[in-house]
């Protein structure tokens, strides 16, 4: 079945500093969703790329889509405490109601 | 709106009782999902509805998971006998299907401890 790995699994960042986490999917995808759950909460949507190379920004985040529709990424810059949590990148496959999601990155900052 | 609403919080229980886990999904939403979180298998979807009526169950564990959806606005997980390999955060998610592919707004979750 469509899986959608994502990497790396624990990344531990110095406040300021940028970092990058990486998704991909083993089908092309309809969209692809990023999600963020803080330590002890639920996730949360972040946004939406549907587009084949879209690119995304919001605020310090930059998203990012695949030109084969297949990977994407979100960086983010000059890290700070609040970007604390795991980020969950999720594909939809054509024509499937499923959203799958990869394991998640956690992110965790050192003041 | 108030979101996906979950009960409980947070449930301790002893192995062999049963649980029941309850979703009040967003107003006007008409598809749901149960997902149960664990650090070993990440996020990981059990049963898909859509309309009330289920869609796809083949993520429930085993025939001691059952859920229903008597109506647009409740759904209930049960599992029966719980196990403590069942103990996870099961969340709930609904979705607007007028959005093709939207997001998922997830409840706050339910802790369940087996002990």
């Known amino acids: 079945g469509q899986q959608v790995m994502q990497i790396p699994q624990y990344q531990h960042v110095q406040e300021g500093e940028d970092f990058t986490t990486y998704c991909n999917s083993s089908?092309?995808?309809?969209?692809i969703q990023w999600y963020k759950q803080r330590p002890g909460g639920h996730p949360v949507f972040l946004i939406q790329l549907v587009k084949s190379g879209e690119v995304k920004k919001q605020k310090r985040l930059t998203f990012q889509f695949g030109e084969a529709k297949k990977n994407s990424s979100l960086h983010i810059t000059a890290t700070q405490t609040t970007d604390v949590g795991t980020y969950f990148c999720a594909g939809y496959p054509y024509n499937d109601y499923k959203l799958s999601f990869g394991a998640g990155t956690t992110v965790t900052v050192r003041a | 709106d108030a979101g996906v609403i979950q009960s409980p919080r947070h449930e301790v229980t002893e192995m062999g009782q049963e649980v029941t886990l309850r979703c009040k999904p967003i107003s006007g939403h008409n598809s749901l999902f149960w997902y149960r979180q664990t650090m070993m298998r990440g996020l990981e979807l059990l049963i898909y509805f859509n309309n009330n009526v289920p869609i796809d169950d083949s993520g429930m564990p085993e025939d001691r998971f059952s859920a229903k959806m008597p109506n647009a606005s409740f759904s209930t997980l049960k599992i029966q006998p719980s196990e403590p390999r069942d103990s996870a955060v099961y969340f709930c998610a609904s979705r607007d299907e007028a959005e093709f592919h939207g997001e998922l707004f997830f409840g706050e979750g339910s802790r369940l401890t087996v002990l």
């Open positions: 089908t092309t995808l309809s969209n």
